[in-house]
């Protein structure tokens, strides 16, 4: 049916067993999709230079208003007749999007790394939750950002929560582990955590010394020793005696 799109229109619209649609006769190519169940979406109708007729999805009844949709609709209709493909144009954004998404850190992670390292190593699942709970604040930077200066500001925030040296170099090796894969796979031209160096750890013994009530406690038990010493040997002796 045609008839031009108002609010009032919508909120009265007949509900049938099939669904419908209401062409505007304001706009060309604007039209109403009215479902059994009571949705209603936009759309545009149009031709692209080739002749090949396609629809646009403008968006849902409630999320958007029948005035909001039909300026949508002369914008893109606008866009077509000078030649555009609007429904070509909105994949090719939602392609790149994801794609903007899947080189960051977390995308990595998630469509690259992690199923090849849970394949390929027994503490696979391991690593992943170790990266996950470790770098959060790293995830949504795109690969080729991430940046030594945000490590050491992640190893000083750590050290403040009292982490060891030796735990936090094992999770940045953990962490260039997965740059490193992803300059193998191309994703990346270098590792730019690889001139990172990791923190000293002190392995000298510490000398620790007794406290008053700790020195008397191993007097009395050295005093005590040396008492069965004494007992045990007198003991062995009568009897070799004997």
Do not use: C
Not at 62 to 79: E, H, N, P, W, Y
Not at 174 to 181: E, M
Not at 186 to 201: C, F, Q, R, V, Y
């Amino acid at each position: 049916m045609r008839e031009k799109l108002t609010e009032r229109l919508v909120k009265t619209i007949e509900l049938k067993q099939n669904p419908y649609e209401i062409v505007d006769t304001e706009v060309n190519g604007f039209l109403l999709r009215v479902q059994p169940s009571g949705v209603s979406t936009y759309y545009l109708v149009y031709r692209t230079t080739d002749g090949t007729k396609k629809r646009y999805r403008l968006g849902r009844h409630g999320a958007i208003t029948v005035t909001q949709a039909r300026d949508l609709a002369k914008q893109f209709s606008a866009k077509a007749v000078a030649g555009s493909d609007v429904q070509a144009e909105k994949k090719k954004e939602r392609l790149e999007k994801e794609k903007r998404k899947a080189r960051t850190l977390e995308g990595f992670i998630q469509h690259q790394y992690a199923p090849w390292v849970r394949s390929e190593r027994k503490t696979g699942e391991e690593t992943i939750q170790r990266l996950n709970a470790n770098f959060p604040e790293l995830m949504n930077i795109p690969l080729e950002n991430i940046a030594p200066w945000m490590l050491e500001k992640w190893r000083s925030e750590q050290r403040s929560h009292g982490k060891a040296a030796s735990t936090m170099n094992r999770d940045i090796v953990t962490l260039k582990a997965v740059l490193s894969k992803a300059v193998t796979w191309d994703w990346l031209e270098i590792n730019p955590l690889a001139k990172l160096k990791p923190l000293k750890i002190d392995d000298r013994a510490k000398v620790r010394y007794l406290d008053i009530e700790e020195e008397r406690r191993l007097r009395t038990a050295l005093k005590e020793r040396d008492h069965q010493l004494l007992l045990k040997s007198a003991i062995d002796s009568k009897s070799s005696s004997d």
